[in-house]
């Protein structure tokens, strides 16, 4: 059982930086990639990036490619989005999961607005 726990979000202005925690109950946390979702209001759930298991490897989506950056922390179980040059149009929820074979564990996520 993986129990994943976002924080971090809140209101910012254009421009801003912000960074979200994801930290994860796991005895292995190594043994997982970890990843960052969002979802905005009225709009499907979208990829943000991933991080490798022994945060080697990112990749992310355009959109926030250049802004955005994964990293992860082994000691304190701990993955984190730090989010720079922030736009309203990343205004939404954001999530952290661990893929899995079966699926994926999920964070209940951290609302992240950005006024213009």
């Known amino acids: 059982q993986v129990t994943l726990v976002e924080s971090g979000g809140g209101l910012v202005q254009a421009g801003d930086s912000l960074r979200l925690s994801c930290a994860a109950s796991?005895?292995?946390?190594?043994?997982?990639?970890m990843g960052w979702f969002r979802q905005a209001p009225e709009k499907e759930r979208e990829f943000v990036g991933v991080?490798?298991?022994?945060?080697?490897?990112?990749s992310y989506a355009d959109s926030v490619k250049g802004r955005f950056t994964i990293s992860r922390e082994s000691a304190k179980n701990t993955v984190y989005l730090q989010m720079n040059s922030l736009n309203p149009e990343d205004t939404a929820v954001y999530y952290c999961?661990?893929?899995?074979?079966?699926?994926?564990?999920w964070g209940q996520g951290t609302q992240v607005t950005v006024s213009s």
């Open positions: 796991v005895r292995s946390f190594s043994s997982y990639q």
């Open positions: 991080i490798s298991r022994r945060g080697s490897m990112t």
């Open positions: 999961n661990a893929p899995t074979t079966w699926g994926a564990y």
